[in-house]
């Protein structure tokens, strides 16, 4: 069992920054990926990154070259930088646990105002 918790959304203008932080409660060490998911009102839950154990990222074509995710094994944290922010990536923004078992975190929101 594992609880991730997702802070760091808020509101922020096109063109912006913003920072995610997912903390988890054990070691995510353990996990053979961690993800960063969103969704937007009405559409279904996508992919925004995802790092492997041994830290290989990798991203849409949607926001390659603006997303970075990292993860901080020492400090159970995985990160996902946010740049250049755009209206169309307003959603919640979810983490995600992936190993023989797959966790989720409870989401935190982005907002993109253009």
């Known amino acids: 069992q594992v609880q991730l918790v997702e802070s760091g959304g808020g509101l922020v203008q096109a063109g912006g920054s913003l920072r995610l932080s997912c903390a988890a409660s054990r070691s995510i060490f353990s996990f053979n990926a961690m993800g960063w998911y969103r969704q937007a009102p009405g559409k279904p839950r996508e992919l925004v990154a995802i790092?492997?154990?041994?830290?290989?990222?990798n991203y849409p074509e949607s926001v390659k070259g603006r997303f970075t995710i990292s993860r901080d094994n020492a400090e159970n944290t995985v990160y996902l930088q946010m740049n250049s922010l755009k209206p169309e990536d307003t959603a919640v923004y979810y983490c995600k646990a992936l190993g023989f078992r797959d966790y989720w975190g409870q989401g935190t929101q982005v907002t993109v105002s253009s």
């Open positions: 790092i492997s154990s041994g830290g290989s990222a």
